[in-house]
């Protein structure tokens, strides 16, 4: 069984431009939630989506948007990049009907110059 | 804003017991507490989760006082591969677009 992976690994991106990242959910999870972790800071949730639907969202603006798969996996998109979108960004996904555990990918590691 | 506090950094000799503190004496009855360590370039990793007992699995044990208002991981022989960010989180369960809210966590270092 593959854990959740995320690609790219590292991407540098200008001022101003767009960005997507991209998500791929264990198998069988339906459930996939994106953080951003600024340097030396814990994750901070930004929206989750369920069954393609987005299904809560923490206090980012709207520039920040997603989209989830039929096969479960996930997008992040961000527009209009600023310098302090610089983060790791991290995809996580959970099992239908689990309350408790999360499966964090091992993030993009986004640059904004 | 997260609800728990934890002190933000922590050594333990190898092969010793760590025991990482958590205060989060606003807790609400239907909200458990749970423990993610992250290693670092890693994303975090799930290591357990309890409500009122005492909860113990292969990696670690909780312990959770009587009146919810703290809480203590137990690493009972910490290793080198144990050296991680450990955060204490309390939330309700992952239900209907409810998510974690991280803290700082507590920075491990297992010495040799």
């Known amino acids: 069984e593959t854990g959740v992976t995320q690609s790219p690994t590292h991407l540098i991106k200008t001022r101003g431009q767009q960005v997507t990242l991209r998500c791929s959910s264990q198998s069988g999870h339906n459930t996939v939630s994106w953080y951003q972790q600024a340097l030396g800071q814990g994750p901070q949730f930004i929206f989750q989506y369920y069954r393609e639907e987005e299904n809560g969202r923490g206090n980012f603006p709207p520039r920040f948007s997603g989209l989830q798969f039929p096969n479960y996996s996930s997008e992040l998109n961000v527009n209009a990049l600023e310098l302090d979108d610089s983060a790791l960004y991290l995809c996580?996904?959970?099992?239908?009907?689990?309350?408790?555990?999360?499966?964090f990918g091992p993030g993009t590691r986004l640059t904004v110059t | 804003d997260a609800k728990t506090t934890q002190p933000p950094s922590m050594d333990c000799a190898e092969g010793r017991a760590a025991n990482l503190p958590c205060n989060h004496s606003t807790i609400s009855g239907n909200e458990y507490v749970y423990w993610y360590r992250q290693i670092h370039s890693q994303g975090p990793q799930y290591i357990i989760h309890?409500?009122?007992n005492n909860e113990t699995n292969e990696m670690a044990s909780l312990i959770i006082t009587e009146d919810r208002k703290s809480s203590t991981l137990i690493l009972p022989h910490a290793t080198l591969r144990d050296t991680a960010v450990y955060y204490c989180i309390v939330q309700v369960g992952l239900d209907y677009g409810q998510n974690f809210v991280f803290g700082p966590g507590t920075r491990l270092s297992v010495l040799p």
């Open positions: 309890g409500l009122k």
């Open positions: 996580a996904s959970s099992p239908s009907g689990s309350r408790f555990e999360q499966y």
